[in-house]
Nanobody
Framework: QVQLVESGGGLVQPGGSLRLSCAAS????????MTWYRQAPGKERELVAS????????KYADSVKGRFTISRDNAKNTVNLQMNSLKHEDTAVYYC?????????WGKGTLVTVSS
């Protein structure tokens, strides 16, 4: 059974940094692309960043390029999102995601609030 548990969200001032983590279990972690999505209030869920199973093939939304960095530790079954230079518009619930055997698997999310 796939389990994804996000952590690291919180309140941060504009220009600040946060590091999100997602602990994964129930599947062969290193074999799967992992993705971070986010959903802001009143908006649709959007892809933020994704990373291939071996840490290759990294992709970012244009809105976060140069500010966010996705990484993974296959020994610990974790995927991380380092977020720097945070802006008000980065406020959202951030979700960890993996697609396996045609099924969408989501964590419960972690809230990031960027406010002064």
């Amino acid at each position: 059974q796939v389990q994804l548990v996000e952590s690291g969200g919180g309140l941060v001032q504009p220009g600040g940094s946060l590091r999100l983590s997602c602990a994964a279990s129930g599947f062969p972690f290193s074999s799967y692309r992992m993705t971070w999505y986010r959903q802001a209030p009143g908006k649709e869920r959007e892809l933020v960043a994704s990373i291939g199973g071996l840490g290759d093939s990294v992709k970012y939304a244009d809105s976060v390029k140069g500010r966010f960095t996705i990484s993974r530790d296959n020994a610990k079954n974790t995927v991380n999102l380092q977020m720097n230079s945070l802006k008000h518009e980065d406020t959202a619930v951030y979700y960890c995601y993996v697609r396996r055997y045609g099924a969408n698997n989501w964590g419960k999310g972690t809230l990031v609030t960027v406010s002064s």
